[in-house]
């Protein structure tokens, strides 16, 4: 089946998205909501970190610009111009309902469009998913805290087993985020040909959120040579 992927950038759709490609799924896209030309939604990720990871993934990237009140009928409109071309699916990284939404919205929007929806994720145990995603090989770096939940300097730490093991010992903190306490930007793993090396960023905080600014990064041969 040819499916789209809805892209963060972040570990769970990036996981999502390896676990539907070993179930045989064709992904002919990702998807990525933007907030700005620039910027793309949630996860406030730059458009160029973004274009290299599905450069180093070879999949086609297709970014819409969107607001909150219209972003609902962009996504739609999105993924109706995908079925047009032959999409049948739709792979997300939600684990639990989608925040911000009523209940079942995802499912809705697929039926409403109609795709299927692939939750490879879908209530599993986050625990054992964050345990999955380190021991596959995926990297990914820490961009954005809910400074209510976590500190700035989770900010730029690399998800491993030491990050798990200090996550899990704050009480009411989800080991994956699924409560908004963080966000990530993956930059390498097994669906990668490609790695991104992050070299100079700095922390700053908005409207209770810290932010890793990232202001330099290179995509590099996995040898270790750069592109």
Request: charged residues 25%.
């Amino acid at each position: 089946m040819k499916v789209v992927a809805s892209w963060s950038g972040g570990k769970d759709s990036c996981f999502a998205l390896f676990k539907a490609i070993q179930e045989g799924f064709e992904v002919s896209n990702l998807l990525t909501m933007m907030s700005s030309e620039s910027t793309s939604n949630f996860h406030m990720i730059r458009a160029d970190m973004l274009d290299a990871q599905a450069n180093a993934m070879g999949i086609s990237l297709i970014k819409r610009t969107t607001t909150p009140d219209t972003y609902e009928q962009d996504f739609k409109s999105s993924l109706l111009q995908l079925k047009m071309a032959g999409v049948q699916g739709l792979v997300t990284g939600d684990i639990y309902e989608v925040s911000m939404h009523e209940e079942g919205w995802l499912n809705r929007i697929c039926r409403e469009v109609g795709l299927k929806p692939i939750k490879p994720l879908w209530m599993r145990d986050t625990k054992q998913i964050f345990l999955e995603f380190i021991a596959a090989g995926f990297e990914a770096v820490v961009v954005r805290v809910n400074t209510k939940m976590l500190g700035l300097e989770w900010l730029g730490r690399r998800l491993s087993e030491a990050f798990f093991a200090d996550i899990t010992k704050i009480a009411g903190v989800d080991p994956c985020g699924e409560g908004g306490e963080y966000h990530t930007f993956v930059t390498d793993g097994p669906l990668f040909n490609k790695r991104i090396e992050i070299l100079e960023s700095r922390k700053t905080t908005l409207n209770g959120f810290g932010r890793l600014e990232i202001s330099r990064f290179e995509v590099k041969e996995k040898g270790g040579f750069n592109k």
